[in-house]
């Protein structure tokens, strides 16, 4: 008998409603059937939909090279690139294949399976959507996962009962299955910490040191869920060699790490630091806000480990001048994909905000209370913004100090 694991989500980024006042909300289903294919290197998806209040039609931004074979109950076709199901008036199927390896650019793959294991995101199970329907309704969703029954599944849901995990994200109307997953034969680390369920996973034979992360967490996690205290209730770390990526990889409340990858940097700073700050605060660059995004997740990368006394004072400052001298090079921050010497430089620009405004607020307030201002917001990051945040937070006129860092 297959292990089956079900997850309550929501398969929906956005939702056009037309609200009745006063009336009660009908709701729908969305149940997803995901078969793991290993030896074919596919997931087969059924999504099946009933209910009250259904949606008139789903539209999936696809990718062509990846969802495959798309068939399904009342009419599906493609418009401008997207993927559209009509669903019939008394709901339906959806069937389609996903192709699960994905070369990332650079050496390396961001999803992979193999006859022992698959990882991958559960956004490359479900396609990103838009639903139309002809009244406010609310939706509940599960997700069965069919696998080896020698397989172990690791993913950053709550477990229900049983293989039954829920997603809540309080941000959406409706949620949908996002962050890392793990399937196969498994190592697997589970621990409480600051308030968080950490799992920290990766296939038999690969040589992530679980431990020495729970032991990294152990003295900094505080800090972060201190700078962040809209966290998860759950983590989800996941680890392995080649052929996956050779880097470090955020998701909702997940978090990839190549098993190369040393967990403190001889710069002072933490790769699996940075990937869990960017996952905390889950904000995205705006047109010209890369720099702020990867400076910020830089800049606590190398803080949280010198609040928790993992690395001395004199450290810290040396860990700056060493980032100083890598973005020293740089003649403009404002660029669409922020790369190592632009992070580099924005975390040093962050530092010197931070000290700015803490300074100016006697220590009340700095760089912290801005982190969190973005992680409430959940809206892409300019630099406008982050200005405009920074001042309100300070109370301090800004516009000099960002164009004399910023050259502009």
Not at 288 to 314: C, F, N, P
Request: proline share 5%; aromatic share 6%; hydrophobic share 40%.
């Amino acid at each position: 008998m297959s292990q089956t694991v079900r997850i309550c989500a929501a398969a929906i980024l956005s939702l056009v409603v037309l609200a009745t006042p006063g009336a009660t909300a009908p709701t729908f289903d969305v149940r997803y059937d995901v078969l793991l294919v290993a030896g074919d290197g596919i997931a087969r998806v059924t999504i099946t939909l009933d209910g009250e209040g259904l949606p008139n039609w789903l539209r999936f931004r696809i990718d062509p090279r990846r969802h495959l074979g798309f068939t399904g109950d009342g009419d599906t076709e493609m418009e401008k690139g997207l993927l559209v199901w009509r669903v019939p008036k008394s709901g339906g199927k959806l069937r389609y294949d996903v192709r699960i390896d994905h070369d990332r650019s650079g050496p390396g793959k961001d999803a992979a399976v193999t006859d022992g294991w698959a990882m991958l995101r559960g956004e490359d199970l479900v396609p990103a959507m838009t639903v139309a329907t002809d009244a406010h309704v609310e939706s509940k969703a599960t997700l069965t996962m069919h696998v080896p029954e020698d397989w172990s599944i690791v993913v950053p849901w709550k477990r229900l009962e049983g293989d039954t995990f829920e997603i809540e994200q309080s941000h959406r109307f409706v949620d949908r299955p996002t962050g890392w997953i793990l399937a196969g034969k498994l190592g697997v680390t589970r621990e409480k910490v600051a308030g968080v369920h950490i799992a920290i996973a990766n296939p038999s034979g690969h040589g992530l040191h679980r431990l020495d992360i729970l032991a990294l967490l152990r003295w900094t996690l505080d800090d972060l869920v201190e700078v962040f205290p809209e966290h998860p209730e759950r983590f989800a770390i996941v680890g392995a060699a080649d052929p996956m990526w050779r880097g470090g990889l955020s998701g909702p409340d997940s978090t990839y790490l190549h098993t190369d990858r040393p967990l403190i940097q001889s710069d002072g700073t933490s790769p699996i630091l940075h990937e869990m700050v960017h996952s905390f605060m889950h904000a995205k660059a705006g047109k010209d806000g890369d720099w702020i995004v990867e400076g910020i997740a830089e800049y606590y990368a190398l803080a949280l480990l010198r609040r928790s006394r993992t690395i001395s004072k004199r450290r810290y400052e040396r860990s700056l001048e060493k980032l100083a001298a890598k973005g020293e090079a740089v003649d403009d921050l404002l660029v669409p994909r922020a790369g190592a010497a632009v992070s580099a430089r924005g975390a040093v620009i962050l530092a010197e905000l931070d000290a700015k405004i803490r300074k100016a607020t006697r220590d009340e307030k700095s760089l912290d209370d801005v982190a969190r201002v973005l992680q409430k917001e959940r809206t892409p990051v300019t630099t406008q913004r982050f200005r405009e945040i920074a001042q309100d937070v300070s109370g301090l006129k800004l516009r000099k100090f960002f164009e004399q860092k910023l050259g502009r």
